[in-house]
């Protein structure tokens, strides 16, 4: 988990701290970048052969006043003018993007019902239309999901 949180975000892993490790997710701290987050990778099945690392995280950005902000990096780039669909239950979410592979909720609102159902929820997937053609579904595992975003939510009360 500590490897994917490395490897998934830019530059500087000795410049984190790691505030825990729960289940499948991760909570750190960048106090030179002012932030702190929970991230985890998605469940095997097909993300492997990926150009990149996929995932999911939820940020804080205290001394930008951005708190619970969820951000998505996909396996597949998306088609040209196509979001993705986040589900956590019988709940839906539009995420959007910049015709890449990262999407994010519309505005703080809907990064607030994410989180709320990410607590209750036990998986939770995100689906979309890959520009090489086809569909495709990132899977994750929300054991500790709970328990991460408070970490990184605690972890960055004193960042200002």
Same mark, same amino acid.
């Given at each position: 988990?500590?490897? =994917?949180?490395?490897?998934?975000?830019?530059?500087?892993?000795?410049?984190?701290?790691?505030? %825990? =490790?729960?289940?499948?997710? %991760?909570?750190?701290?960048?106090?030179?970048?002012?932030?702190?987050?929970?991230?985890?990778?998605?469940?095997?099945?097909?993300?492997?052969?990926?150009?990149?690392?996929?995932?999911?995280?939820?940020?804080?950005?205290?001394?930008?006043?951005?708190?619970?902000?969820?951000?998505?990096?996909?396996?597949?780039?998306?088609?040209?003018?196509?979001?993705?669909?986040?589900?956590?239950?019988?709940?839906?979410?539009?995420?959007?993007?910049?015709?890449?592979?990262?999407?994010?909720?519309?505005?703080?609102? =809907?990064?607030?019902?994410?989180?709320?159902?990410?607590?209750?929820?036990?998986?939770?997937?995100?689906?979309?239309?890959?520009?090489?053609?086809?569909?495709?579904?990132?899977?994750?595992?929300?054991?500790?999901?709970?328990?991460?975003?408070?970490?990184a939510a605690l972890g960055?009360?004193?960042?200002?």
């Open positions: 988990m500590i490897l =994917v949180a490395a490897l998934a975000l830019p530059a500087g892993v000795a410049a984190r701290d790691v505030l %825990g =490790v729960f289940q499948r997710w %991760g909570a750190f701290r960048d106090a030179a970048q002012g932030r702190c987050f929970a991230i985890a990778q998605p469940l095997a099945g097909g993300w492997e052969a990926s150009p990149w690392r996929p995932f999911a995280a939820v940020g804080y950005w205290p001394r930008r006043d951005v708190r619970g902000q969820v951000h998505i990096r996909l396996s597949h780039q998306l088609a040209e003018g196509t979001g993705a669909t986040l589900g956590i239950g019988a709940r839906r979410f539009a995420l959007t993007g910049g015709g890449g592979a990262d999407v994010w909720a519309g505005d703080r609102r =809907v990064d607030a019902a994410i989180v709320a159902a990410m607590r209750s929820g036990q998986l939770m997937s995100v689906s979309g239309r890959a520009k090489a053609g086809g569909t495709f579904t990132d899977r994750y595992a929300l054991r500790g999901a709970a328990t991460a975003v408070d970490a960055c009360a004193r960042l200002k």
